[in-house]
């Protein structure tokens, strides 16, 4: 499995963590957003809105899934491609950012990388799964907020973290709705 570890954060401002993946950096893509690539027309910023909403179900180990929904807010069709961003403020804990495709590429909620067309009004959504590295105890544990972007738009969610072990954000990429 792959990971990428910020160790312990100790910058000010926002941080921003993007694991690349089979077909190049979620920077990268996120650069081409509004460009037109090989007869793609990739969504601007304006037409994009971006929400997070937490799952009630947990999984074992004080995991929790997430969900990260990118509407189309324009009256023309747009197209994205690969993984939400993820921006963490900084704290004092490690953060580890992972693809959910590691785990098993034969789910089809987690992979493959594909581009969603997105017609007027809809929407596609991406699956990620945090999970604090330390299990569910409960001393030891603190706030922090991961904030997840894509497209030029952010989302932000409140996540508890273990104080030394820190916490994992494992991603998924963005399928039709």
Excluded at 127 to 137: A, E, F, K
């Amino acid at each position: 499995m792959s990971r990428v570890s910020l160790g312990l954060v100790l910058i000010t401002g926002m941080v921003m963590i993007a694991a690349a993946s089979a077909s190049g950096s979620f920077l990268q893509r996120t650069e081409l957003a509004g460009r037109r690539s090989g007869g793609i027309d990739y969504c601007q910023p304006a037409q994009a809105q971006l929400a997070v909403k937490r799952i009630q179900n947990a999984f074992t180990g004080g995991a929790y899934p997430v969900t990260l929904k990118l509407r189309n807010v324009s009256r023309s069709e747009c197209s994205i491609e690969g993984h939400p961003l993820v921006v963490v403020t900084p704290r004092r804990v490690p953060v580890f950012v992972g693809d959910l495709a590691d785990f098993d590429r034969n789910i089809p909620y987690i992979g493959p990388e594909r581009v969603v067309h997105l017609q007027p009004g809809r929407s596609a959504f991406a699956y990620v799964v945090i999970r604090p590295r330390c299990g569910i105890v409960k001393n030891g544990m603190v706030s922090s907020t991961a904030t997840f972007a894509f497209y030029g738009r952010t989302a932000s969610l409140s996540v508890q973290a273990c104080r030394r072990e820190g916490v994992e954000v494992d991603t998924g990429p963005f399928l039709p709705s």
